[in-house]
């Protein structure tokens, strides 16, 4: 790497943590100012670098365009796929990914078990979002005006005996999920199934989708089901990460959430 450059780099780097002087950046550089204010200068024509009226420097406009268009290249089901390959390999277990589109929940991308046992589920099909643990996290996402919409349209098709049947149960669940940062579906799509989902966000915090692992109670029953989380959340974190997202508080909040419920 030419030495321009690696200094240009070494600049940006320092200006991301915070703005600084010229003399600050020379000093930690090593190098004379004017060497520094070269580069500076360059950078400052493209707008990769900018200065306020102390001359301190900082990052410019050019970067929030880049990081947009980065994150618009980044298709969800194309980060996520290696990632729901290794969880489904190391469970054995249905892996799906959801996202939200047109007010559904659609599944973008699917795992099959290692048994071999039918899921209803299948890509590019729609999820109830009344008793899906992926339409749960899905629309808890949503805001809240848009919750109470979507819960006063629903039908609220009866699939067992455990189906969320009205609005108001189904916007108390709602709630539940966001505080605790997964849903669950237990036997509410399917007889003797259960289901655990949590979001996946892009690099604002916004939920782009949700991971979700199927088991039918014949393999594990609900509360081994619910022992799965941990990995579940490290799954759907290493995909937000990959998507941008950088949140070191929010899997222990939720691993807390379950250390008072006694799931762990």
Aim: aromatic share 6%; glycine share 6%.
């Amino acid at each position: 790497m030419s030495q321009s450059l690696s200094r240009a780099l070494t600049i940006l780097g320092l200006l991301g943590d915070e703005g600084r002087s010229l003399d600050q950046l020379a000093t930690e550089l090593g190098v004379h100012k004017t060497t520094v204010l070269r580069l500076l200068r360059t950078m400052e024509a493209d707008r990769f670098v900018q200065h306020d009226a102390e001359h301190r420097y900082m990052l410019g406009s050019r970067f929030f365009e880049l990081a947009s268009h980065a994150l618009e290249q980044r298709d969800v089901r194309t980060v996520a796929r290696p990632h729901l390959a290794a969880l489904n390999a190391s469970t054995g277990q249905t892996i799906h990914l959801a996202t939200y589109e047109n007010g559904e929940a659609i599944y973008i991308d699917k795992f099959d078990a290692k048994q071999s046992v039918r899921m209803y589920s299948r890509v590019g099909r729609p999820a109830a979002l009344h008793c899906t643990a992926v339409g749960k996290v899905l629309v808890s996402a949503r805001p809240r005006s848009e919750q109470v919409e979507i819960a006063n349209n629903l039908g609220y098709q009866r699939f067992t005996d455990k189906t969320i049947d009205s609005a108001e149960r189904y916007l108390a669940e709602l709630e539940l999920v966001a505080q605790q940062g997964f849903a669950e579906d237990h036997e509410e799509h399917e007889s003797f199934v259960n289901c655990v989902g949590v979001p996946v966000r892009n690099g604002v915090g916004d939920t782009v989708a949700a991971v979700s692992m199927s088991v039918p109670d014949m393999l594990l029953d609900h509360a081994q089901v619910l022992a799965t989380l941990p990995e579940i959340l490290a799954t759907a974190a290493a995909i937000s990460a990959d998507l941008g997202w950088r949140s070191a508080t929010e899997t222990s909040t939720i691993e807390d959430n379950m250390n008072v419920k006694g799931i762990r």
